[in-house]
């Protein structure tokens, strides 16, 4: 048995917004529920409800920007930046850009859809 993993299929997650996501690691690919890495693209003009998840998040932006709002503070990232947003922090994520924003997002413990407490 090998010390080590590749992944080279990565879970796509169905969407209907245009956001292209892929987990490379959680509970969607092996059953991980400790940590899930996923690769991202947010279309301009995409956004999210309000949310309080219940994991950690960091997130590493490798092109374009992406906009936060955490506890009604607004953050925009840039390519090269990252964050840590602290679970059951109330926050929106969007692109109100005019590019796309790719970055990869670590979630700790493994996003669940069910430890995200969406507002309507």
Not at 29 to 35: E, I, K, L, Q
Not at 40 to 58: H, K, L, N, T, V
Not at 92 to 112: D, T, V
Request: proline fraction near 7%; charged fraction near 25%; charge should be negative.
């Amino acid at each position: 048995m090998k010390n080590y993993q590749i992944q080279k299929s990565p879970f796509v997650v169905p969407t209907d917004d245009g956001k292209v996501i892929e987990e490379h690691f959680g509970l969607a690919t092996d059953g991980n529920s400790d940590v899930s890495i996923a690769h991202m693209i947010a279309p301009p003009g995409w956004s999210e409800p309000f949310q309080s998840p219940e994991f950690d998040e960091y997130t590493y932006i490798i092109k374009g920007k992406k906009q936060f709002i955490i506890e009604g503070e607004k953050i925009v990232l840039e390519t090269g930046q990252s964050i840590k947003i602290k679970k059951n922090a109330r926050v929106q994520y969007s692109n109100p850009f005019n590019e796309a924003c790719e970055y990869i997002a670590i979630c700790l413990p493994a996003f669940s859809i069910d430890a995200v407490n969406r507002e309507s």
